[in-house]
């Protein structure tokens, strides 16, 4: 390229008030159908430029607006790119974000080709930010109707704007159990002694901003659907138009065991939680029960923080079930190299109390007789849907108390919808629906869910019922532990058989979960942007991925 590659074109251009700059960033033949490139568009400020198929050429921001990962090393799909982290994806035409996690678009750049270059026109403004809220509509006074969301994880953060952004100007009415806004909840096992208000998704202005009602403290006890009421704990009756039941799940405790309501034992669901374990943790013996991804982020985090950290869990090795023996073998040394002592194919039986305090937990008896000592017991064994003030509400649940919906998140209730954890939803991959409505505890499918059940019913109550969202989302989630990011596409429940590639010893790996001779979900590690691109794969009616040709080359569905 020339020396006008990286450098403003002739002379800033005004429009109106707006301030533009217009660069050649690039040559034509330099970005080749399917191709992702990221461009100076001026000094230090950098641009994701992407050639579809087709040949269409767009440009947006160049890190994700969720943790800054370089969009350029991520998956690009159908007129979108996908993250290589986190698995959000936004918009190559506006930036508009299409899956999550985050709650942002990208800034969107306009471009044209010019005797075989690349140019590309951006307001000033929008290269000085990556992050770009969607447009949504505001508050109308005079439109009477209420929708209530119950809950304020990410489902009902994702809820309320999604309403705003398909064109709903009512009353919205966000109740949240906590006493502090919707927060990044994540971060919490992997940051404990952080605060809400540092991870807070949104802040009071934005909410007040778009004319979202927010209740801090609001816990729902009962609903009336006859009558299109929630009730709260301490008597409150607040009316709704539609209501979307996103009230998540709660940590399963450890009060049926003998000694399980001693002093200091502990479940990890919310900041107060989080805070209150990494403070009296702090120099103590903790013992973690449970060996799946709550108690295995904990007891990363509590290395070198507590005197000693054990961890007893019912699988041989952590995230068996979930990634199969191998990978949980390779994850279990990293533990074991930490220092940190695992009790594989054990349960507890009772928490023994201290002699000198009769009211505080001093030891955790195994059911093989083994007692260890313990100042501290966080329990991660799982977690139950909050769904019991749903019980004579005429909403159907799930065997497991699960809020049953269809492909646009509305329950067997007219006008009531459901998202995020406390849900059973069709998961539809390859373009095929699965046999079952599934609960998928993952933040990145309950901001999906809430998503959907923002526009529809947003379309329910403009009574457009053919305008109603529909749930076509992959499932991504990922772990981090001691500075290293596992990362999980798709859905492997019931696999029968696991593939795997790459190095286990070296941590470098991507494993394929099969069944019935298909690849229907990925697990990797030092190998992005595989997840990425398995999930993108998974999104559309796309070919199968086949046992068979992976054991001939098991990059080959990359090249469909």
């Known amino acids: 390229m020339g020396s006008m590659s990286c450098k403003e074109k002739a002379a800033t251009m005004t429009a109106g008030s707006e301030d533009f700059l217009e660069a050649v960033v690039a040559e034509s033949a330099d970005l080749a159908e399917g191709q992702m490139k990221e461009v100076e568009v001026a000094e230090n400020v950098k641009i994701l430029l992407a050639r579809s198929k087709g040949g269409t050429v ?34 190559l035409a506006t930036g508009d974000i299409e899956d999550f996690p985050g709650l942002d678009g990208v800034p969107s750049y306009e471009v044209r080709e010019l005797d075989g270059k690349i140019v590309v026109r951006a307001r000033r403004k929008d290269l000085q930010s990556n992050k770009r809220t969607c447009h949504m509509v505001p508050k109308d006074e005079n439109n009477k109707k209420t929708a209530v969301i119950i809950g304020g994880g990410a489902a009902g953060a994702t809820c309320v704007e999604s309403l705003r952004q398909a064109g709903f100007s009512g009353r919205i009415i966000l109740l949240c159990a906590e006493d502090c806004l919707p927060y990044d909840r994540p971060k919490l096992s992997k940051a404990l002694d952080t605060d809400a208000a540092k991870i807070a998704l949104r802040d009071g202005k934005f909410y007040q901003d778009n004319g979202i009602d927010v209740r801090l403290g609001a816990v729902a006890e009962a609903v009336n659907a006859a009558e299109k009421t929630v009730t709260l704990v301490g008597g409150e009756i607040v009316s709704f138009d539609a209501l979307v039941v996103a009230s998540g799940s709660m940590a399963r405790g450890v009060q049926n065991l003998p000694g399980g309501n001693l002093k200091n034992i502990f479940t990890l669901r919310t900041v107060k939680d989080a805070n209150q374990i990494a403070s009296i943790a702090k120099d103590k013996r903790a013992v973690i029960i449970g060996n799946s991804f709550i108690g295995m982020e904990v007891a990363a985090y509590l290395k070198g923080k507590a005197a000693s950290v054990v961890v007893v869990g019912r699988s041989s090795a952590p995230f068996e079930a979930v990634l199969g023996a191998d990978v949980a073998g390779a994850v279990l040394r990293l533990f074991t190299d930490a220092g940190i002592e695992h009790l594989g194919g054990r349960q507890v039986s009772a928490f023994e109390p201290d002699n000198n305090n009769q009211e505080q937990v001093s030891g955790v008896r195994l059911d093989d007789g083994r007692l260890l000592d313990a100042d501290i017991v966080i329990a991660g064994i799982g977690a139950t849907p909050c769904t019991a003030f749903l019980k004579n509400s005429s909403v159907e649940l799930d065997k497991n108390d699960c809020v049953i919906v269809d492909q646009n998140m509305q329950t067997n209730v007219k006008g009531i919808f459901a998202a995020g954890d406390v849900t059973a939803a069709p998961l539809s991959l390859n373009g095929e629906m699965l046999a079952a409505p599934v609960n998928i505890g993952h933040w990145q499918l309950s901001h999906f869910h809430g998503k959907v059940a923002g526009r529809s019913v947003a379309a329910f109550l403009a009574d457009q019922p053919q305008d109603l969202a529909v749930l076509d989302a992959v499932p991504f989630f990922w772990t981090m532990l001691f500075g290293k990011s596992i990362r999980y596409a798709g859905y492997g429940a019931g696999f029968e058989e696991v593939h795997l590639t790459g190095d286990l010893t070296q941590l470098q790996f991507v494993a394929y979960y099969l069944k019935a001779g298909k690849a229907v979900a990925v697990a990797s590690l030092n190998s992005d942007p595989v997840a990425a691109q398995f999930a993108e794969h998974l999104s559309g009616k796309r070919p199968t991925i086949t046992k068979e040709k992976l054991l001939q080359d098991h990059t080959y569905w990359l090249k469909l």
């Open 58 to 91: 767009n440009a947006i921001g160049a890190k994700c607006s969720h943790y800054g990962a370089p969009l350029v090393k991520g998956a690009l799909g159908d007129g979108r790119v996908r993250c290589p982290w986190h698995g959000a994806c936004f918009n």
